[in-house]
């Protein structure tokens, strides 16, 4: 995922809609990025599963949520948040102050998957997101298991 090029309605979903959309139109704008975002981060600080994720972020989540949600806004073809506020979003360097492993990687992408069933994405769009999820998650690891 780079804030460079936003994921695009038509990038392997041709099976789905208008192909001109941004997947930001077909996702449901700011109010089911939002949505999201914010059930992802409610079931990393609910469920017992996510412990280990929960643990490397900061005892509030808002700054995280709103970070996450203003960089998918941007990614996904809406309005670029993150980098308005921020500058490139840098992945990889921000996110080296915490030690990601295959543990943390999997909780984040299991908590995504959920969120995002959870607030009815059609599971042929959460599938390949979650393809572009996985690919960036694995990306991030950074220490050994």
Do not use: C
């Not at 996702?27 to 939002?34: D, N, P, S, T």
């Not at 980098?83 to 102050?97: I, N, Q, S, W």
């Amino acid at each position: 995922m780079t804030a460079a090029r936003a994921l695009r309605y038509d990038d392997g979903m041709s099976d789905l809609q208008n192909e001109s959309q941004t997947l930001y139109d077909v996702i449901g704008g700011e109010a089911r990025v939002r949505e999201m975002v914010d059930r992802f981060y409610d079931l990393m600080e609910l469920e017992p599963e996510f412990a280990v994720l929960r643990a490397i972020h900061p005892p509030s989540t808002d700054g995280s949520r709103d970070k996450l949600f203003m960089f998918l806004t941007g990614w996904m073809g809406g309005p670029d948040l993150f980098v308005e506020r921020y500058g490139h979003p840098r992945l990889r360097a921000r996110h080296l102050p915490f030690g990601i492993g295959t543990v943390e990687r999997d909780q984040w992408l299991r908590a995504m998957a959920w969120a995002m069933e959870d607030v009815g994405i059609e599971e042929s769009l959460r599938l390949r997101l979650m393809e572009s999820f996985y690919q960036t998650a694995d990306w991030m690891r950074n220490k050994p298991d």
